[in-house]
C-alpha cells in the first residue's frame, strides 16, 4: 500500500449541505427557495452519521470504481459512496470527489462531494450538494 492508500480507521469531519460543523468555512448564501429545496434532498444528521463511515472507506481506497456501502437501521436508510476521480492534491492535502445515493422510505436521492485527507484514515468534507443528472 502506498501512502495515499492506507487502511481507513477514522472518520470524516466537515459541513454537510447547510449543516454546519466547526472550523469549516461557509460558501455562498443560496436564496431561500433553492436552500429549502436543497436541504429537503440531503439525507438527516442521524443518516449522514453513518454514512460518513462509508465516506472514510471509499476515499481511503485506490481506484474509482470501489464503492461502499452503509445502513442506518435507525432509519431504514442506505446507500452507497463511490468515488469519481483518483486523489489530487489541494492546498498540500489529498483530496478525492464522490457520489453517494441515499435511500429512504422509497426515494433514491444522489449527492456529489468532495473530501481532503487531514490524517490517515480521517477526511474533511469539503462540500456536499445534490448532484443533478445531465
Same mark, same amino acid.
Given at each position: 500500500m502506498?501512502?495515499?492508500?492506507?487502511?481507513v480507521k477514522g472518520g470524516v469531519t466537515g459541513s454537510i449541505g447547510s449543516r454546519r460543523v466547526p472550523g469549516v468555512a461557509a460558501s455562498g448564501a443560496a436564496p431561500a427557495s433553492v436552500a429549502t429545496q436543497a436541504e429537503a434532498a440531503m439525507p438527516g444528521e442521524a443518516d449522514l452519521a453513518v454514512a460518513r463511515s462509508a465516506i472514510a472507506e471509499a476515499l481511503g481506497k485506490s481506484g474509482t470504481t470501489t464503492s461502499s456501502s452503509w445502513e442506518n437501521p435507525a432509519t431504514g436508510a442506505r446507500g452507497t459512496v463511490t468515488p469519481i476521480t483518483a486523489a489530487y492534491k489541494d492546498e498540500g492535502r489529498t483530496c478525492r470527489d464522490?457520489? @453517494?445515493s441515499h435511500v429512504r422510505d422509497g426515494n433514491e436521492t444522489w449527492l456529489q462531494g468532495g473530501a481532503c485527507r487531514i @490524517?490517515?484514515?480521517?477526511?474533511?468534507?469539503?462540500r456536499l450538494?445534490?448532484?443533478?443528472r445531465a
Open positions: 502506498g501512502k495515499d492508500e492506507e487502511p464522490f457520489l @453517494a @490524517a490517515p484514515g480521517r477526511w474533511e468534507v469539503k450538494k445534490p448532484w443533478k
